[in-house]
């Protein structure tokens, strides 16, 4: 992901190198290379229009500085910036005071929320937590078992229905979980949702209503970062009907232009909490806005 864009901002940057001094033309000729790049890589035009004001006015009025050639200014100024829509620092995973947390699962069928259940569980128990999965995705066929056999691989326990008991109403098995953690003393419960192929007002009710009954300390919507310009309407509609409280961002091994990743941040106003890169539990990652834009710098 990222390379065209990259070798894009690459070489419209570079064209800077060779002028001793920008004068204000070169600086509009640059800002509209890097507007073009971003464009075909599929940002959202708003947080394109914003990125490119703020460039412009950043570069036009850069103080002398002695460390840097005015080249070397804007590109610092474009990476601060980058850094800025990918959100600035880093945000950690928001804990309960008092255990369980909760973290629910929102977005997409195919998003890859399953895969990431099993990875974010994983990532906890590394970090020394009792993680709990919790399946609560009654929709799609097999998508209990698939639960199981990630939570099996991650090695932690999945909280799922028995047949003829609850099945069918993710609501319950929702709240049994929440007291099946607070008994056997697991301190992070992942529930992960149903998710369809489109958004839909049954899918947003019930998602809120699971919501409304665990009261989650964090909710993540999953959002894979293939799916370009539609990322920023099914984020907003996901943040409309549910609400979430950070986003991750899945499927970065992939070729695509990788603007769904550098607008969702901008558009939703939540930060982006986790990385996931790849089919296997292990990849992924934190998300780090200076790596991810000194990643698309070059
Ligand atoms: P869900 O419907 O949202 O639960 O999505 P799944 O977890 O079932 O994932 C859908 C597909 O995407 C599966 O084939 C996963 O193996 C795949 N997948 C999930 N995350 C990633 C990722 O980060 N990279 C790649 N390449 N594939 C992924």
């Not at 599929?42 to 050639?69: H, M, P, Y």
């Not at 980058?82 to 950690?92: D, H, M, N, P, Q």
């Not at 799922?160 to 008994?183: L, Q, S, T």
């Not at 920023?232 to 499927?251: H, S, W």
Request: hydrophobic share 45%.
């Amino acid at each position: 992901m990222f390379d065209t864009l990259s070798d894009r901002l690459t070489a419209a940057l570079q064209t800077l190198t060779r002028k001793g001094r920008l004068s204000d033309a070169d600086i509009d000729a640059t800002a509209r290379e890097i507007r073009i790049a971003l464009l075909e890589a599929d940002v959202a035009l708003g947080v394109v229009k914003t990125f490119i004001a703020r460039i412009k006015e950043r570069a036009k009025g850069a103080e002398v500085s002695q460390a840097l050639n005015p080249a070397q200014q804007v590109v610092k100024i474009v990476n601060e910036e980058l850094v800025g829509i990918l959100g600035g620092e880093t945000r950690r995973l928001n804990l309960a005071k008092t255990p369980p947390t909760v973290i629910m699962l929102a977005g997409l069928q195919g998003a890859g929320k399953t895969t990431l259940a099993g990875k974010l569980a994983m990532w906890l128990k590394k970090q020394g937590h009792a993680p709990l999965l919790v399946a609560c995705d009654l929709q799609r066929p097999n998508a209990v078992t698939q639960l199981q056999v990630v939570g099996e691989r991650a090695g932690v326990t999945t909280f799922a229905p028995e047949p003829g008991n609850g099945v069918g109403d993710p609501v319950d098995v929702a709240r049994r979980a929440i007291a099946e953690a607070k008994h056997a003393q697991y301190d992070v419960v992942v529930v992960d949702t149903a998710g369809r192929l489109g958004v839909d007002e049954e899918l947003m009710k019930q998602a809120a209503d699971i919501r409304d009954a665990v009261q989650p300390d964090e909710t993540l919507f999953v959002v894979d970062a293939m799916i370009g310009q539609d990322a920023v309407t099914t984020a907003e509609a996901f943040r409309d009907g549910v609400g979430f409280t950070g986003v991750v961002l899945t499927k970065l091994d992939g070729d695509a232009r990788g603007g769904a990743a550098l607008s969702v941040r901008e558009v939703t106003g939540q930060p982006i909490l986790f990385a996931s890169n790849g089919e296997k539990l292990e990849d992924f990652d934190t998300f780090h806005p200076d790596r991810m834009a000194s990643r698309i710098l070059g």
